[in-house]
């Protein structure tokens, strides 16, 4: 990746996700960006299609590089032709969520993000935003959300 190109990952590394507390780049939604010498095109795929935040992120991230990148314009644009799924958040992805109290399936099998604990059970296929569930733990007693493994 060129350098331009990396300073333009870095500087989206500092956009959220509204509903969830990681940046849209260890979410892995940022697709691909391009680079040219008057304009900087980058395309995000949704975590889930009917996500009600897509405008305000695509409005996030053509401010912050506008701000970053100044003289430049920055586009912002959806695909819908290939599917996001919680495979593409990374390690620091990950770890910000269960910092946050959201689990993720590792290998198939939830585990609470507060005590570790396998003995959860799921309490409702709805959480928070689309992409979440909500679980229970047996074992400390505590609700938690789950991101929706979407493949």
């Not at 892995?28 to 975590?47: A, F, K, M, R, S």
């Not at 299609?49 to 305000?56: F, M, Q």
């Not at 409005?59 to 586009?75: C, D, H, M, N, Y």
Request: glycine share 8%.
């Amino acid at each position: 990746m060129d350098a331009e190109k990396q300073a333009v990952r870095e500087a989206l590394k500092s956009v959220e996700d509204p509903e969830l507390p990681v940046s849209i780049v260890d979410l892995g939604i940022v697709e691909n960006i391009d680079c040219g010498p008057e304009h900087i095109q980058v395309v995000l795929t949704p975590t889930f299609s009917g996500c009600p935040a897509l405008e305000h992120i695509r409005k996030l991230v053509i401010g912050v590089l506008e701000e970053q990148f100044p003289g430049k314009r920055a586009e912002v644009g959806w695909s819908f032709t290939s599917s996001w799924t919680s495979q593409k958040i990374s390690s620091d992805g990950e770890t910000a969520l269960k910092t946050y109290g959201i689990a993720l399936a590792a290998d198939g099998v939830v585990h609470c993000p507060y005590c570790g604990s396998k003995h959860i059970v799921r309490d409702s296929p709805f959480g928070s935003s689309l992409c979440k569930e909500i679980y229970y733990c047996k074992h400390c007693k505590n609700p938690f959300e789950k991101m929706k493994h979407l493949a």
